[in-house]
């Protein structure tokens, strides 16, 4: 895993799977968008498509678990930790003309802040010119760092790193991703239901 330094106080961590079920996974990332609700918002002030994960038993989910796996024992390095997660696809063709910096720390269901973030790029955009297409981040003193991803790439970074993906006007081929948000969970806490229900 690669350590890389933006500035003297933050850094990320990029990983590359080498094998994964590519097509497999691209298939099961569209399945997985068709059967998820449509964005609320409308589709120019949208930045692309994103649902939670809802396949299982498929390359995808086998993906997911090993990625998060992975962040728990290079990042955290305590496998033995209890971790709350979220994970989601974000799938961005060339009609979408909207994107913004964010951040991934809400937790809502877990009545907790995120701590690690990751990005893995299943299926990057073609036709790229410039700075499309590329990951960027901005940094606390306002500077801005982009990269531009491989397919297979993994990025980890603070869930309070503010970052966008940059658009893919020309391209032919979606932009497919798959992101994570973790948080370690205090097992002396009482995690409870944000809405009370009969089950």
Known sequence: MEKISLSDTEQIYRFTFENYSKYAVVEECI????ISNPPKLPRENTPGFQS???????KLEELVKEINKLVISN???DPTGKY???NWIYISDSSNNYSFYHRHTSMKQLHCEGEWTWT??????NNLEHDDGKLSFKLKDGKVKNFLPEEGNL???PATLDHMPLLNKKSTKDRIVIGGTLS????????E?????LL
Do not use: A, C, E, W
Request: glycine share 8%.
């Open 52 to 58: 939670d994960v809802q396949i299982i038993n498929g």
């Open 84 to 86: 709350g997660f979220r």
């Open 31 to 34: 399945v997985n968008s068709d």
């Open 155 to 157: 990025f980890i970074f």
């Open 184 to 191: 370690k969970l205090d097992m002396n806490h009482r995690y």
């Open 193 to 197: 239901k944000g809405t009370k229900t």
């Open 120 to 125: 893995f790029y299943v299926q990057m955009p």
């Open 75 to 77: 990042i955290y390095k």
